[in-house]
């Protein structure tokens, strides 16, 4: 089978690549930097020829409303333009757990606009919504930090590592087509700021944090961001993730 994976060289992309490359499928990772881009349309034709399925993991370079909404909308048109033509079976995109509870952050509304784009796209879809990454702990606590203080809300978050969505979106490529949403979430809830005193007790550096519910990105942001009781919970937990990263 041919697959094609859009933001196949970015951190989810290039793992779902290697993952279905290891079952057996010819795999083609689509990014600018390869002159396939889903934006501006460049390369798509000649990427989809023979195409089976097309996995979209791609992003957005800016969380600001606007671009956002632009990126994922117009590269959405091209894609489902270029998959009809090249009569593309299934089209798999990664989303975000809650994305349509919080209306108030711009990034989020785009993501919306994008689920709402592969629905209307005329292509047999799956989409697969992930809790935040392990791997965006860290540059959360970066943009939080006051001089020493990490200051941070406790708004709860179910993490999950960035495998364990690769794996999730390579089965969903390999998987017939849900037409509808599947969450997923890693293994245990916690605090953000509790998530941030946890990566400093394994990795000290001089910094504590401090729980203000008025500081960050997730400032005020609703509880919805964990996922409910139907979320499907994959294995690796997060202090295990620390020691190996």
Request: hydrophobic residues 40%; without cysteine; aromatic residues 6%.
């Amino acid at each position: 089978m041919k697959i094609v994976v859009i933001g196949g060289t970015g951190l989810i992309g290039s793992q779902v690549v290697a993952l279905l490359r290891d079952r057996g499928h010819e795999v083609v990772p689509a990014s600018p930097s390869k002159g396939i881009d889903a934006l501006t349309g460049e390369g798509l034709a000649d990427a989809l020829k023979g195409a089976d399925v097309v996995v979209d993991v791609s992003n957005s370079p800016s969380f600001d409303t606007e671009p956002a909404l632009d990126f994922f909308t117009r590269s959405a048109q091209h894609l489902f333009a270029a998959e009809k033509e090249a009569g593309v079976r299934h089209h798999v995109t990664l989303s975000i757990v809650g994305v349509d509870q919080v209306p108030d952050y711009g990034y989020y509304r785009a993501k919306v606009a994008q689920e709402k784009a592969v629905r209307a796209g005329g292509v047999p879809h799956s989409i697969v919504r992930a809790t935040q990454f392990f791997e965006f702990i860290g540059p959360v606590m970066d943009m939080s930090t006051d001089g020493k203080e990490v200051r941070l809300p406790s708004l709860r978050l179910r993490p999950i590592a960035s495998a364990d969505v690769a794996s999730a979106v390579a089965e969903a490529a390999l998987s017939e087509p849900s037409n509808g949403i599947r969450d997923i979430s890693g293994p245990e809830v916690y605090g953000l700021d509790r998530l941030a005193e946890i990566t400093l007790a394994a990795k000290p550096d001089g910094r504590t944090v401090v729980t203000d519910e008025t500081a960050g990105l997730f400032a005020g942001m609703p509880d919805v961001l964990k996922g409910d009781d139907t979320v499907h919970v994959a294995p690796t937990r997060y202090e295990d993730w620390l020691r190996k990263h």
